[in-house]
């Protein structure tokens, strides 16, 4: 069963390689960009560029997930696995990871190609590489849950990132007051352990609310 869903997602995404190749480009485009406008001042360059590459990962993720159920929810599967005997949270878990895999992942490979370009330490690098590991899986299933509660509306593209884009702020914080404080010599573990907190709260509770949020968006 995991091989089929993930052989089933696989095609998806690869099905229209956009999906996987715009975060990226877009990602390269705004590191490319930075440098020209702002000059060749390094200290300013290492100071933003953790906040470039969280930028492009809530972009990465209001793209990724803003029609994320409009194929199956129109092809009829998405009602076809909710009434179905299988688990469908499982399903709905398994579709959260694959999201992320295809779409912030590809980006996470490429930090420590960008660390060395703008001449960021591996301190500074490793902090960066692990907030966005532990972050961004939240910001793909908050995203989603947007994606499943504005379902069938015809303005959704417009709700989703209204809705969501708040619930992105906690991660936020405390992932940019953890790359601040490794910078300043400053303990950063409390960050982290409040991000893996959030992330053990919402990745295995996300399945659930999702099944019930598209419940009600198909019976509605």
């Known amino acids: 069963m995991i091989k089929t869903l993930f052989y089933k997602e696989f095609q998806n995404y690869f099905r229209n390689l956009s999906s996987i190749f715009l975060p990226l480009i877009f990602f390269f485009l705004i590191i490319s960009i930075f440098p020209l ?5 390094k200290v300013l360059l290492n100071k933003i ?12 993720t209001l793209l990724s997930s803003n ?8 092809n009829g599967y998405l009602e076809t696995f909710l009434t179905s005997d299988s688990s469908v949270e499982f399903i709905l ?13 590809p980006i996470i490979i490429f930090i420590p190609l ?33 994606s ?12 989703v990132p209204i809705i969501i884009l708040p619930f992105f702020i906690p991660i936020l914080i405390f992932s940019a007051s953890a790359i ?5 010599g400053t303990p950063y573990e409390m960050q982290i352990y409040i991000l ?19 419940s009600l968006s198909i019976n509605n």
């Open 37 to 41: 406008l702002i000059g060749p001042d």
């Open 49 to 60: 560029v953790p906040g470039i590459v969280w930028i492009t990962i809530i972009f990465t």
């Open 67 to 74: 029609n994320f159920f409009k194929d199956d929810y129109n």
């Open 93 to 105: 878990f398994l579709k959260i990871i694959s999201c992320w895999l295809f779409t912030c992942f």
């Open 114 to 146: 960008v660390s060395i370009f703008f001449n960021i330490s591996m301190k500074d690098s490793f902090i960066i590489i692990s907030t966005l590991v532990i972050g961004s899986p939240v910001l793909i299933s908050i995203g989603i849950f947007g």
């Open 148 to 159: 499943a509660l504005t379902l069938g509306l015809a303005k959704n593209s417009i709700l």
């Open 180 to 184: 601040e404080s490794v910078s300043s």
């Open 196 to 214: 893996l907190a959030l992330l053990v709260f919402v990745l295995p509770t996300m399945p659930y609310l999702l099944k019930y949020t598209l």
